[in-house]
């Protein structure tokens, strides 16, 4: 009988304790019928006792303390860094705002064995609509300013079998430990928050790994949060926003570099960003203007 395949799974967390529980008590149930699962749980400086309710609920989790600066690329980075003492055949990368299915393990290891080179991940659905499709099937599309996201995929109109797409998102994918060994790990440097789980799989992808959706692993994820529409807001704090807050999403130097790294060439990339700016200047002077009729309005 051979050995069991190891997989290691990597959650990194911050300061959502009933949201990680709610995680790791989900995956307290999946099946793990031929595979030997260890989990790694990177707390990054919680101060709301995640780590203490993780070590009193859950003993055989491996707890990896961080000190609140790692953000996800670090997070994740700290743990695979942990989990590679293990010697795993895969690492599985993870959010801990999901719900998983008990099969999704196990039918996402099956296709990683069934398709050498490929890196896998889950049908994501949103746990608010639980047949509608998260973060699936990203295309780029240089003249809409990039990565676009369907938005009429489901559980049913998905392909039946595993298909292979342009991008995937960390929320959870399964990543070969000779990937890891090949490209290295996520670029914490310039992607510490988003952008550097697409840059990543980008990455595996251009050295030759195939990306793959497995659609029967079903992971149920907590919807986005989006700050409020940059066009909106006073000058001011578009100008910080847009020149000097680089933790924020539109912030002109994160949205390049997400483009820089991740378009299928560098003139894609430019053109990409070129078109970003143009949609922003257009949604501003249109807000502008119609704030300006509906005040001279009102005036006469």
Not at 81 to 88: D, I, N, Q, S, T
Request: charged share 20%; proline share 5%.
């Amino acid at each position: 009988m051979s050995d069991p395949l190891k997989v290691a799974l990597v959650i990194p967390v911050h300061n959502r304790r009933e949201t990680t529980l709610q995680a790791l008590r989900s995956l307290s149930r999946i099946d793990r019928s031929g595979i030997a699962v260890r989990i790694f749980v990177v707390d990054d400086g919680s101060s709301d006792g995640t780590s203490e309710a993780i070590a009193k609920l859950f003993r055989d989790v491996t707890i990896v303390k961080g000190d609140g600066t790692l953000h996800y690329a670090g997070g994740t980075n700290l743990g695979i860094e942990a989990a590679a003492e293990w010697e795993p055949d895969h690492f599985l990368l993870m959010n801990d705002d999901s719900v998983f299915h008990e099969s999704f393990l196990v039918r996402l290891v099956e296709t990683a064995e069934k398709n050498p080179r490929s890196v896998v991940g889950a049908l994501l659905l949103l746990w608010d609509a639980p047949h509608k499709v998260f973060q699936v099937g990203q295309v780029w599309r240089t003249f809409r300013d990039g990565w676009q996201i369907p938005d009429d995929l489901t559980a049913f109109n998905v392909p039946k079998e595993a298909f292979t797409v342009e991008c995937l998102v960390g929320n959870c994918t399964l990543v070969p430990a000779a990937a890891v060994k090949e490209c290295g790990v996520l670029d914490a440097a310039n992607f510490p928050m988003g952008w550097g789980d697409a840059q990543y799989f980008m990455r595996l992808r251009k050295a030759g790994w195939t990306l793959l959706i497995e659609p029967r692993a079903y992971v149920w994820c907590e919807p986005n949060t989006y700050p409020a529409p940059l066009h909106e807001q006073g000058i001011r704090r578009v100008f910080s926003v847009l020149f000097l807050d680089q933790r924020h999403p539109s912030n002109f130097k994160r949205q390049f570099q997400a483009r820089w790294h991740s378009a299928p060439n560098r003139g894609a990339a430019v053109a990409a960003f070129s078109v970003y700016i143009l949609k922003i200047v257009g949604k501003s002077l249109s807000f502008g203007l119609r704030k300006l009729f509906r005040v001279g309005g009102r005036q006469r």
